[in-house]
């Protein structure tokens, strides 16, 4: 069986995932990253509510506990629990690029880079199955105590990523461990374990990004971001 294939199996199947619309995450990020960008310790209790089919996010308790942050690829937005909008921005890409190097970040950059993020970390592997995403098996990788398949995949410019190509490191059990990127020109490894099974769908509860060697190997700390999802649901 392809690897796609077993990795779809192994996080509860493409029919039934196609079957659901939306889910919901509670959650805490925080790491080294933060700290550098002027946000530490901002998002360590959050709800997290999208959809399973659009890059949409909204997180209840971002940066504040009456504060909701509003994510789509062309629109960022920071909201009162009351529904009315402090805060927008359009086309935050574009935005937010010419202004890579200033410090700290706004909240409203924070959610772009947040919602970026996290909606492609919580719709994987089932977003490799869509037809304009190319996807390649590699050659495995040896861990020193594992085996673990590779996955390349080309991102067409319609999902918005950190970085166009991504490679996606599966084990034996057809769970995601790991994923390699580019992200602002840094080398990227997103170390993913302690997977959890909600509504019949497994997704891994920790995540650790770190910084990666030319030849792959990891530069262990600091951790630049660490993610904990206590609980999540999907209908």
């Known amino acids: 069986m392809a690897l796609l294939d077993d990795a779809l199996d192994a996080c509860g199947g493409l029919e039934r995932w196609r079957r659901l619309k ?83 970040w706004d909240d409203l950059r924070l959610a772009y880079f947040c919602g970026l993020s996290l909606w492609n970390c919580l719709t994987i592997p089932f977003l490799l199955a869509q037809p304009e995403i190319e996807t390649e098996e590699l050659p495995p990788w040896n861990t020193g105590s594992q085996i673990w398949r590779r996955l390349r995949a080309i991102f067409p410019p319609t999902i918005v990523t950190h970085s166009r190509e991504q490679i996606f490191y599966f084990d034996d059990d057809g769970l995601q461990r790991r994923l390699d990127y580019q992200a602002a ?51």
């Not at 209840?60 to 942050?69: I, Q, V, Y």
């Open 185 to 235: 020109g840094v080398a990227i490894a997103h170390l993913t374990w302690a997977h959890q099974k909600f509504n019949e769908i497994v997704i891994p509860t920790l995540r650790r990004c770190l910084s990666r060697q030319p030849d792959g190997t990891l530069v262990t700390k600091p951790a630049l971001i660490d993610i904990e999802i206590f609980d999540a649901s999907f209908e």
């Open 22 to 104: 939306r889910f919901t995450v509670h959650l805490s990020i925080d790491g080294a990253l933060f700290s550098r960008i002027g946000n530490a310790g901002r998002l360590k209790d959050m709800v997290m509510e999208g959809s399973t089919e659009v890059q949409t996010l909204q997180f209840t308790g971002f940066t504040a506990p009456d504060r909701c942050g509003l994510y789509q690829p062309d629109w960022v937005a920071i909201q009162s629990l009351q529904g009315e909008i402090l805060r927008s921005c359009r086309d935050p890409q574009t935005a937010f690029s010419d202004h890579h190097d200033e410090m700290p």
